[in-house]
């Protein structure tokens, strides 16, 4: 047998640098690449060490673990006993990440008569299972698993993110009483020109009981201008509590947005409980989240009051 160290040595240091830099990223870590180099040769090289047999007593856990340590300490630097495990917990858990994820594709591709192929009985009567695959099938398969890694943990932080700006909404007309959640956004600068009062949005859908089946289609379709020629004809009650405030939407001239001035809206926020009378809320045609996590945009003025 033929063993190509050059090629095990390139392609486990190549491994443990991506390992490492998606360490990096799941600790918010700042990323230099001489360091992460220089860590890489340390794994790579202690690959290669483990193919001498005179070096066969490295290939145990205190070895492995040591090398380890060395490796965040090479690539992080130490920073203290706290930071230290964190970063070596995060290695570990990428790491088996990308070797399960490696295997389970191995396994999703292999026909029955491989897996009966590979599968045979130690003297300890252990079963073991061979897994013979192809250097550019493990890069591939790296490649894949690390970006759906990537893609999940972006999504859970956003999320996690996210909940921090979240907020309970209890809006009140008459007897009345609309609650979601909602998700305080320090972006939004949108208020009455005329009477300064700022405006917070929820989805129509929230409504839908109380608004007229036709002034829900036309806010859809952003026809609010035809609800306003139908005042007076059409039965609402709050008719007289309805305005309508002007706002430039993303590559858009000048819309306009259907609101009800309400008796009361209440924020809950950080364990605050905070009443306004002055605010406005505003109808919004479509989904504020596409998963559901709010359906309300909150203007940051209501916390301030």
């Avoid at 009567?125 to 550019?136: A, P």
């Avoid at 129509?204 to 020629?229: F, G, N, Y």
Wanted: a neutral charge; aromatic letters at 14%.
């Amino acid at each position: 047998m033929i063993v190509y160290v050059d090629l095990i040595f390139l392609l486990n240091a190549a491994i443990d640098g991506a390992l490492l830099v998606v360490t990096a990223w799941t600790r918010n870590a700042a990323v230099r690449l001489w360091r992460i180099a220089a860590a890489s040769v340390i794994g790579g090289a202690y690959v290669v060490m483990m193919l001498v047999p005179e070096l066969s007593f490295m290939f145990t856990f205190m070895v492995k673990l040591l090398f380890s340590a060395l490796m965040i300490v090479t690539a992080f630097g130490f920073g203290g006993m706290a930071p230290f495990l964190r970063n070596v917990t995060a290695f570990y858990v990428v790491s088996f990440a990308a070797a399960g994820g490696i295997f389970g594709f191995h396994y999703f591709f292999m026909a029955s008569g491989d897996v009966w192929n590979g599968i045979f009985f130690a003297h300890s009567g252990g079963m073991l299972f061979e897994m013979n695959t192809g250097i550019w099938f493990v890069l591939a398969a790296f490649v894949i698993v690390m970006w759906i890694y990537l893609r999940v943990f972006r999504g859970a932080k956003q999320k996690e993110r996210l909940v921090t700006y979240m907020a309970e909404v209890e809006v009140a007309v008459e007897d009345f009483v609309m609650r979601c959640k909602g998700l305080v956004d320090t972006g939004n600068q949108l208020y009455d020109p005329l009477t300064k009062t700022p405006v917070m949005v929820v989805e129509t859908a929230m409504w839908k009981d109380v608004l007229p089946e036709k002034w829900v289609e036309r806010i859809r379709k952003a026809e609010v201008d035809q609800i306003v020629s139908t005042i007076g004809s059409d039965e609402f009650c709050w008719q007289d509590r309805l305005r309508l405030v002007p706002y430039r939407g993303v590559n858009r001239g000048t819309q306009f947005m259907l609101a009800i001035k309400p008796d009361r809206v209440t924020v809950i926020y950080n364990d605050r409980k905070i009443d306004t009378h002055k605010v406005l809320v505003g109808f919004d045609a479509g989904k504020l989240c596409s998963d559901d996590s709010y359906h309300a945009i909150i203007h940051p003025m209501l916390l301030q009051t």
